[in-house]
């Protein structure tokens, strides 16, 4: 899939999101917030000047988000982002409104729409992961210039025996039959198997 793809799932389908932002304590706060709007530039969302969440992300314009959709753990697929913020003002007001007409049920009028700004997550990472589907599916992206940072396992093919330990312990198989052994990224959970049963510690974990 596309990051556009992945954004259309996120803000169409999930619409509804958790985000994670510092207060002037250094120390995390969530609030659910709907993302409103998202092209190729970013993600876009709102809130009002008066509240908390404004504050924190004019103070520390950096976020990360989740969100999920699915009636139970294995027909799920959740989205998670994070990365940079910036305040738009009110551009693109009258298109969130458009596009999302219950704020209209929130601010009727155009003076109560003056508390609002308009933020765009215009840069940053995520990952898209579906438990629909057995195994799970993984796929990384990012976005506004930004570059994916590899996470999970992968298998030193210098250092590899073969002695098949970490093909034994995978739940999800995603351990090739080959000598070097080979991980696929797309369908690994992370769960550190591989890693901690490997005798010569060929497995390495990405940071």
Known sequence: MTTMDIFHILQEDIHSTVFATL???GLPQTCVIDLMLADENGLYFLTAKGKSFYERLTTRPFVALSGMKGSDTLSTVAVSVR?????????????IFEKNPY????Y?????????????LYKGEGEYFDLSQLPPY???FSFGGETVHKTGYRINAEKCIGCQGC??????GCISNTIPRVIDASHCIHCGNC????PVKAVEKLS
Not at 110 to 118: P, Q, Y
């Open 103 to 106: 704020m209209a049920k929130i």
């Open 23 to 25: 207060d002037e304590n």
């Open 108 to 120: 009727p009028t155009e003076k109560s729409r003056e508390a609002l700004a308009v933020f765009q």
């Open 195 to 198: 890693f901690r049963i490997c």
């Open 167 to 172: 093909h034994s312990v995978c739940p999800q």
């Open 83 to 95: 990365g940079a913020v910036q305040n738009i003002g009110q551009e693109r007001l009258a298109e």
């Open 138 to 140: 993984r796929q990384s």
